[in-house]
DNA sequence: CGCTAACCGAGACGGTACGTCCCGTCTTTAC
DNA sequence: GTAAAGACGGGACGTACCGTCTCGGTTAGCG
């Protein structure tokens, strides 16, 4: 209604984003989202009351699903794109900067942990419907279980670029689908 | 040679791990560290320049490595078993409750990175063992990567403590070995 | 405007003044200043940005002249009580207390350099008017240098009451005015 | 006896000295002096309780009277030499710089204001016995009182170099001299 | 079309923790 | 057995943010 309220949420999400892609979620500071983005402490405070409150709803920002898939070619190369599309969301985005950080601010945290599964749950059920058709299309091989393989393969991705020095590249994440997956067939 | 640096050394640690395991990383002190472990601030930070100092060494103490694989059984059960460790000590051991804290640190403290890249390189070290152990006597399929089917399966189980609210089953994660693996032979 | 402020300022130079004079300049902290006012330290450091800043600015609050001089009497008389007046706000006032603090810190502080020019300065200014006074109406010889005379009455007090174990009593600032000024002549 | 110890104290002094002139009392510090001097710590402190006792000592060294009087020329030419001396002595000597601080320490510590009386009243000393014997002489006015005129004359150089911005200039101090002695007769 | 309620900026406040420095004491080892 | 080396508990330093609060000033949007 106010459109000083629609204006003070934007800039100062805007500048949340900003800072939090420059010097990480731990530096990342209430007084300085308020000082880059013009807003006073107490106004920054009025809209959110706790720096987890304005990271997440910052990052809801962020949350843009992989392009629409286009849902042309076979299962198994809209799950490579898919998947490479996590690995570059992983390796670059100003959102996975964060990643560590809300998984650490969950732990603590529950509304940042409700945030995190949503989060990834949201992007998983793209990935097990793929999963699904191709199971039922014949494409894939029946006993898959859609939930773990899926687990296992964004937890491939989540895990190189959590808990190893590199990220998986685009050749090993195809490789990945091809060891979860099974050997593709012929065609 | 002075015992008392030993001395110190030890309780502060020691203080550090409850600390750590009960508050989380964000809300870890040094001053609380300093007061639970009874020495005073400036003891501690003659030993540990910064909380990250700290935390690492602190941690480097839990690097405990599951027990020494009895070698029994089939790789696939091996297997089973490895992983099962690996999912009980996601879910209760200290460590565990500082994995989120250490990810995020590692974002940006090369050093506790580095001890996070070589804590998981050292677990995943045996799985990979195994798999190559499995591959070579055939009872593992021969296109298997062990490197990625590793990443896989230890990615599954952090993935799922950390992106989603509940840690694998036991159960489940017999059923993930089974997916990346490919279905038990009969025997 | 925010009486929070002058509240502030109020209580915590106050608070100031009583620690100087209980335990001395160098064994003041800004820790007890804001212990003892109730203050926060960080309330206390924002309005005074150091020790000598606080201590500087609590000392204005006692830069009280004499009485302001009756003006009765003979100019020699006038001249004791002036000196007598010193004599004493050197033997016990809390800002006595504090002028060996403030010559100190003067040496390396211009700032309160400053301040004890000018409280020195001011002291002096009425004396030197006095001894113009009797110049000029023949009490006092004509070869006098109101300034330089000025400088060796103040000088002994301060100088009895910073480098000898004894401050000058009355009577021997009495006898000081003779000496200084001539003897008194026969009425 | 053990020429170590000596050798300690020596060196010790003379750090203690340089730092003394270099940063002042207040910024001056045990540690410093030890780390100036390659002694340990430990070392310094068995010699010297305290920093004031460390600087007491190591001013002692300093305590240098001017030069053994050449008892050449008229009293009041004497005087003037005397008075020039400590002025200069006021203006740029390390001890000079230290005065301050011994004043301000002397507050609070018996042993410092000892040393300070001691110190002053060496100086004045001579000035007094110059100023007897130019009374009974004749040269000075009879109604001198040695004491009182000597606290003018070292309480004026005093006070003009802790209390005023400027010491003393050396043609000031002569007229200072003719002030409190009386006019120079003619000769 | 003027009032009032809200939202705003500015920033003071009591706190907590930081990481540094120095104190004066002590323990260990080497000469 | 004295000295050097340096760890120790203690405590103040001055800084940075925290989250709360009080204060006008302005600016909607309702009457």
Redesign the pocket.
Known sequence: ?????E???RVVTEAALELLGEVGYA??????AAAR???????????W???IALVADALETLNEQPPPAPATGSVRERIDGLLGHLTRAFADSRLSACIPALIEAGEHHPEVASFLHTYSATRRRTLVALLREGISSGELPAHLDPELASLALSGAVVYCRTMTPAPLSPRRTRRLVDQVLGPRSRC
Do not use: W
């Open positions: 209604v106010d459109p000083r309220i204006h003070t949420r530096a990342f500071t209430m007084e300085a983005s013009g807003a006073a402490k107490s106004t920054v405070y009025r809209h009351p706790t720096k």
